[in-house]
C-alpha cells in the first residue's frame, strides 16, 4: 500500500457531502476518492473513518480491502486490463500479457510503471470471450491482440503522450 500522493481533505469534504456524510453510500464514496486518486490513499480512508457517523477508519479500510474494484496502490493513467480467462487463455492471452510487460518494463512484481502512466492487470473475465484474447485500456477494448498488435497499440499511446 502506497502512501505518497497528498490528500486534499477539501476535496473529500466536497465528496462527502455529496453523499451527505451517510454511511449507506460508503461504496459511492470510495468510489468517487479513488475516481479523484486512482487509488485509494490511506489518508482519505482514514479522513471518511473518521467523518462519517457510525463509521471507523478500520470499517473503511475493510470495505475497501473486501472489494476488487478498490485499489490501494496508486493506477496509472492508463489502465490495462489482459483477460486470462479460459478462452483468452486458450488464444493466447499469456504472450500478449507478456509483451504488455517487456514494453512498459515491468519487471519483478511490478504492475505500473515508474512514471505513473500504465498499470498493468490480469482478469479473470473481460465477458469479451468471442474478441479473444481481449486487452482493455480504460475502457477501450481492443480485441483479438496479438504480441504484435499490442505493441502497436502501446507504442501509439506513448507517442501520443510525448514519450
Do not use: W
Not at 455529496?18 to 479513488?34: C, G
Not at 457510525?54 to 475497501?64: E, F
Not at 474494484?69 to 490495462?80: A, H, I, R, W
Amino acid at each position: 500500500m502506497t502512501t505518497g500522493q497528498t490528500v486534499d481533505f477539501a476535496k473529500l469534504d466536497e465528496i462527502l457531502a455529496a453523499y451527505e456524510y451517510k454511511k449507506s453510500n460508503l461504496i459511492a464514496i470510495l468510489q468517487k476518492i479513488q475516481e479523484v486518486y486512482r487509488y485509494l490513499p490511506l489518508d482519505a480512508m482514514t479522513y471518511v473513518g473518521t467523518k462519517v457517523e457510525d463509521l471507523s477508519p478500520a470499517t473503511v479500510y475493510g470495505v475497501a480491502t473486501f472489494y476488487a474494484q478498490f485499489s490501494l496502490d496508486p493506477k496509472g493513467k492508463y489502465e490495462v486490463k489482459c483477460c486470462d480467462g479460459t478462452a483468452c487463455h486458450v488464444r493466447g492471452s499469456m504472450p500478449v500479457l507478456n509483451a504488455i510487460k517487456a514494453r512498459l518494463d515491468l519487471k519483478d512484481g511490478k504492475f505500473t510503471t515508474d512514471d505513473g502512466l500504465f498499470s498493468v492487470e490480469t482478469v479473470s473475465c473481460l465477458g469479451a470471450c468471442g474478441l479473444a484474447p481481449v486487452v482493455v485500456i480504460n475502457d477501450k477494448v481492443y480485441p483479438q491482440m496479438t504480441s504484435d498488435a499490442i505493441k502497436i497499440v502501446l507504442d501509439t499511446i506513448l507517442k501520443e503522450e510525448g514519450k
